[in-house]
C-alpha cells in the first residue's frame, strides 16, 4: 500500500458530508431566486411608470402617456397618448413578464399620466406575488411611484 493515498472510508464521509452540505444549499437558492425574480420584475414596472410619467411630463408627442397591462398575455405596453385605446401605436414599448408572477391592478390594467403635468388620472397600486411573497408599487394622484 502508498502510504498516501484514500481509504474508501474517508472517500465515502467526504461524499456525504458534501451531499448534507448540498441538500442545506438548494432550498436557499430556490428561496433567493424567487425573490431575486419579484424584486426585478417590481423595479422594472417602476421604472417604467417613472419613464411613462416623464414622457407626459415633457408632453412627449404633445399627448400624455401611460402603461397598460394586459395580464392575460404577461406584458405591458408603455404608449403615447391620453389612452391606450387612442394611442400613437408606433411609440409603443412592450415588455414582458416571468408567467410564474401574478400581478393585480383593482383599479383597471390602465395607467395614465397627464400631458405638463405627470399627475396620475387616478391613484392606483399594483400588485406583486411570486411564492407567497408580495411587492406592491403605489402610484397617487400627483404621479409620483413608490414600492413597499
Known amino acids: 500500500m502508498r502510504p498516501y493515498a484514500f481509504t474508501l472510508i474517508e472517500l465515502l464521509i467526504v ?15 430556490s428561496k433567493f431566486q424567487s ?18 410619467r ?5 408632453g412627449f408627442n404633445d399627448v400624455g402617456s401611460g402603461i397598460y397591462f394586459d395580464i392575460a398575455n404577461n406584458k405591458y405596453i408603455i404608449y ?4 391606450y385605446n387612442s394611442r400613437l401605436i408606433s411609440y409603443d414599448l412592450e415588455f414582458n413578464w416571468d408567467e410564474s408572477l401574478e400581478i393585480n391592478i383593482p383599479n383597471g390594467p390602465e395607467i395614465i399620466f397627464l400631458k405638463g403635468s405627470g399627475y396620475a388620472s387616478s391613484t392606483s397600486y399594483i ?15 400627483y404621479g409620483f411611484v413608490d414600492v413597499e
Open 54 to 58: 416623464g414622457k407626459a411630463l415633457a
Open 35 to 52: 425573490s431575486s425574480l419579484l424584486s426585478e420584475t417590481t423595479a422594472q414596472i417602476e421604472q417604467s411608470l417613472r419613464l411613462a
Open 15 to 29: 461524499v456525504s458530508i458534501i451531499a448534507i452540505l448540498g441538500t442545506m444549499v438548494v432550498p436557499s437558492f
Open 127 to 141: 400588485q406583486l406575488k411570486h411564492n407567497n411573497q408580495i411587492k406592491t408599487i403605489t402610484i397617487n394622484s
Open 80 to 83: 403615447s397618448g391620453n389612452s
